[in-house]
């Protein structure tokens, strides 16, 4: 789930019409250019689609309060040009091809994510290129842009949800930059400008920084041609070390926020282990025990018996950093005392008392079979081989993360309570 769906208290669940039959082969072909570029190839004899990610590290994590949502504003201004075609014309043309083309910052990294039948994937290639090597950038652009994404943060703040998850990452993250929304704020998008945005793509768009992964009806010698010709010719520029990172806050304090609304909003949460963590299974085990659908236990203890809830879930992003570990209720405002109180207690109790060995089951096959049927389409497929090399962890997760999920014991479900919710910090939004 990527964090601006999360900071939304919105579930993650993809969907395509083309998808990989479970048990049909699939072979992935992985290969560095001279100049740093890596390149995934995943070859699916099934479906006559190519879905392309090309993600680059660049995003939320190296940005400061002064450039918040520069990332993302890179990409807004990215998507409407480039030194060939207006726009307009790129959507054209990639809808000519049965296909789709899109740019979004992210907290761990900036992507262009594209897709089309499967016989147009050299036309396809070469639209993604141009996008990623030839935008325009135009500065008069830039202005309204800013505009359309000010009103995208209006809105977000506006939103009572979408506003309590910014605010629950800004208190516990502190001065991590993982405390900033990836939209930015206002103040800070009202400060960049042409100049900015010309500067930070220039200086993440090296091919070092870059990972390309296709997955679909391909043959990987012909893509990887594609990719030399393409993309070989950039020059491979310096390689400088990201700056060390100051740790999350995790203030452990509670955090009342009012705004008007018809609900109020409780999040309750630690700081988690990063992806490529050993504990990052036994976390994941422990927010599905939680917050895994309709048998977690916040939707079947305080929404369905109870009915201090009309939503409850959980929420554990995977990311380079420190990750964070966020039980969600939305609940009405008559009844938001009495839901932190038993939120509160679910979580004493998930620290105190040992999940069942039933419970523990349901949850690691809640867990597993979700992330199996995420990554059955092409475009996930391509997300994925991307997302984790640019996560440093290495094609083999998948399968290091099934047995690490499997392993997964009462006491390791207790011992990560203890330790990411043992001084939770809350926030509550509500209205007067």
Sequence with gaps: MSRRLARAGLPCLLAAALVLPAGAAAQVTRERLDNGLTVLVRENPVAPVVAVSLLVRMGTRWETPATA???????????????????????EAVAALGGKISATGEADYAEIRASALARFWRELFGLVAELALEPKLAAGEVGPERDWLLSRV???????????????????????????????????????????????????????????????????????????????????GADTPDPPLPPPANPGRRVVVEQPAQQAQILVGGVAPALGQPDHAAVKVLATVLGGGMAGRLFAELRDKRGLAYAATAYY?????????????????ENAARAEEALRREVERIRTEPVGADELRRAKGYLLG????DRRTNERQAWYLAFYDVQGVGQEFPERYRRAVEAVTAADVQRVARQVLGAPTTLVLRPR
Excluded: W
């Design 69 to 91: 949502g520069l990332s993302n504003f890179v990409h807004a201004v990215m998507v409407k040009g480039t030194a060939k075609r207006g726009g307009g014309e790129l959507a």
């Design 154 to 236: 209006q809105k977000r703040r506006d939103n009572a949800p979408a506003r309590a998850f910014d605010e629950f990452f800004a208190a516990l993250y502190g001065p991590h930059p993982y405390a900033l929304p990836t939209l930015g704020g206002a103040a800070s998008l009202a400060r960049l400008d042409h100049a900015a945005v010309v500067a930070h793509y220039r200086a993440f768009y090296r091919p070092a920084r870059m990972t390309l992964a296709v997955s679909g009806q391909v043959a990987a010698a012909e893509v990887l041609a594609e990719v030399r010709r393409l993309f070989g010719v950039l020059p491979r």
């Design 317 to 333: 992003d995977p990311v380079r950093e420190p990750g964070a570990l966020v039980l969600y209720l939305g609940t009405a405002p």
């Design 370 to 373: 979700r992330y199996t049927m």
